[in-house]
């Protein structure tokens, strides 16, 4: 038996019903694939949509991704120490909310520790089969560290941000639920006010499909979660929703597993039982962000801190007999 998701106090009011077939678009990004559905209005033609979805995706990249010798980020991580880096307005607004998580989970979340995700095998470095020494984790922390940055460094009326030394920033945890949102207001903008975006698992949804129903997405759990718990299903109505897991990617060296989320306060992964973590959220970006936070903090500090802060999150935690599903009263709230 599914569950259903019915988030009518946090959604935007039903839309009229749009007249018109369901479009869809594809393609790959920030190395993974995402996909637009929308409604497509008489006035407009597909082909259009198309290009101006990939226009909008590129340029996250060329302004965001970290794999990207030649992106904006890229030539911050790569200016002499202090020195002043201005960002176009799309990155310093990531930046921004990036540091807000960062000071909200105490370090949970960090915008500068790309290398110790690098380190491990997880970065534009590629892949590893062997886990780094204490050494080398211990040297490499010291030059991380989300306050690095302070708050004078970071001058939000002309978009710049003082490079400190040796500081590199990696905004990929919170780049995808940007480039959903990005994606999303450019459909507005051209008026297709109904439509669902999807980056790497991660979604927003907008208007109604022609049917009058509102865009269904399955909440993504472990595939060994699959035949143990119910589906869950949630309407997003002016929602987006983001999952981070330690299920899909990792290595095993030793005897061990090393998923690939890593915890900028230690310099390791995360080795608690916490499996999953969705978010739901007016945005992309910020259940992106949150989610991954929650999934460093682990399943007692994460739902506290989920809790705190009102928002809608279901946690799912390992046990020897399958997974415990924890979620917060705002979550709660919306099921039926």
């Not at 399955?218 to 987006?240: M, N």
Request: aromatic share 6%; net charge negative.
């Amino acid at each position: 038996m599914h569950r259903v998701l019915i988030p009518v106090a946090l959604a935007a009011p039903p839309p009229s019903v749009p007249q018109g077939q369901v479009r869809q678009w594809h393609g790959e990004t920030m190395g993974t694939t995402w996909t637009v559905s929308a409604v497509l209005p008489a006035n407009r033609h597909g082909d259009e949509i198309d290009a101006g979805i990939r226009a909008v995706l590129d340029n996250v990249i060329a302004e965001m991704s970290n794999w990207s010798e030649t992106s904006d980020l890229s030539r911050f991580n790569r200016a002499d120490g202090d020195s002043w880096v201005t960002l176009p307005q799309n990155a310093f607004i990531v930046l921004q909310a990036a540091l807000q998580v960062a000071r909200d989970s105490g370090g949970a979340f960090d915008p500068t520790a790309g290398p110790l995700v690098n380190l491990w095998g997880f970065g534009p470095a590629g892949k590893r089969t062997v886990a780094p020494s204490s050494d080398d984790v211990a040297r490499v922390c010291q030059h991380c560290g989300w306050q690095r940055l302070h708050a004078d460094d970071v001058d939000a009326s002309q978009r710049r941000v003082r490079q400190p030394g040796g500081l590199s920033l990696d905004v990929c945890a919170i780049a995808k639920g940007f480039g959903v949102d990005a994606v999303s207001r450019y459909l507005d903008g051209c008026g297709v006010a109904h439509h669902l975006v999807e980056i790497g698992g991660e979604l927003r949804g907008q208007g109604l499909k022609p049917d009058g129903m509102p865009w269904w997405v399955e909440l993504e759990s472990p595939v060994a979660d699959a035949d143990a718990a119910q589906r869950t299903l949630i309407a997003l109505l002016g929602l987006s929703v983001a999952t981070s897991g330690d299920y899909r990617r990792y290595f095993e060296a030793d005897g061990r597993r090393y998923a690939h989320t890593i915890d900028p306060r230690t310099g390791y992964p995360t080795a608690h039982a916490l499996a999953s973590v969705t978010v739901i959220h007016r945005e992309c970006m910020m259940a992106d962000a949150l989610s991954t936070a929650l999934m460093v903090l682990g399943p007692h500090a994460g739902l506290a801190f989920a809790q705190r802060h009102t928002l809608a999150a279901r946690l799912l935690v390992r046990t020897p007999d399958g997974f415990d599903e924890l979620t917060t009263p705002a979550f709660a709230a919306m099921l039926s």
